[in-house]
């Protein structure tokens, strides 16, 4: 079984920082792509900011110059650092790995459970 716990959520003003990470668990054999969505209340689950084992970045429009994605392949783990914060980046953020596994021998899409980030004076 494959695992992504995420933290680093919470409540923070306008303008302030947070870093989100993600570590990933289990009978895994290889990652590929990782990154980040989140999912505003009554809007549809978006995506934020990804990374290719090489280092290859794509960011959506809404945080570009403002979060910074990062891996350490070593330890299975992806960061988000936020900057910059804006009350529209409210969101439950939730951390997706392309992993591929050892048992059973396959390659799949992970979630983890999603960390509340809320910004707001």
Known sequence: ????VESGGGLVQPGRSLRLSCAASGSIS???????????PGKQREAVASM?????????DSVK?????SRNNAKDTVYLQMNSLKPEDTAVYYCNA???TIVPLSSNDYWG???QVTVSS
């Open 1 to 4: 079984q494959v695992q992504l």
């Open 30 to 40: 290889s990652i590929n792509a990782m990154g980040w969505y989140r999912q505003a």
């Open 52 to 60: 290719t084992t090489n280092g290859v970045t794509n960011y959506a």
């Open 65 to 69: 110059g403002r979060f910074t994605i």
């Open 98 to 100: 392309k992993i591929i």
């Open 113 to 115: 459970q999603g960390t």
